[in-house]
């Protein structure tokens, strides 16, 4: 059983940036967990964003934020750097986990543990 915890949302102008972080915890290590983003704007069903191996050696991004999102981890917390940011970015961006055995996972069904979620809102 894993417990996560996003943080580091808020509101920021078009082409600003924030940096989210999700801190991990639970019996086992957070290293022992794949783990990546998802996003639920308004009227939206919830989207894959960015996902990234146990060991941080392969990630994965959705084309809509290719270039602009970086996700990272270093310990029991795992990190996405939002660039360039836009307003069809506002959401409320979700951490997820899963054995890092499975891999990365890129459907909200391939991951069982979940945070509350940080709201990220992008004005024009």
């Known amino acids: 059983q894993a417990q996560l915890e996003e943080s580091g949302g808020g509101l920021v102008q078009a082409g600003g940036s924030l940096r989210l972080s999700c801190t991990v915890s639970?019996?086992?290590?957070?290293?022992?967990?794949?783990c990546g983003w998802f996003r639920q704007g308004p009227g939206n069903e919830r989207e894959f964003v960015s996902t990234i191996t146990w060991n941080g050696s392969g990630t994965r991004y959705a084309d809509s934020v290719k270039g602009r999102f970086t996700i990272s981890r270093d310990r029991n917390t795992v990190y996405l750097q939002m660039n360039s940011l836009k307003p069809e970015d506002t959401a409320v961006y979700y951490c997820?986990?899963?054995?890092?055995?499975?891999?990365?996972?890129?459907?909200?069904?391939?991951?069982?543990?979940w945070g509350q979620g940080t709201q990220v809102t992008v004005s024009s």
């Open positions: 997820e986990a899963r054995d890092g055995f499975l891999g990365m996972g890129l459907t909200g069904r391939d991951y069982p543990y």
């Open positions: 639970g019996r086992r290590t957070s290293s022992t967990y794949a």
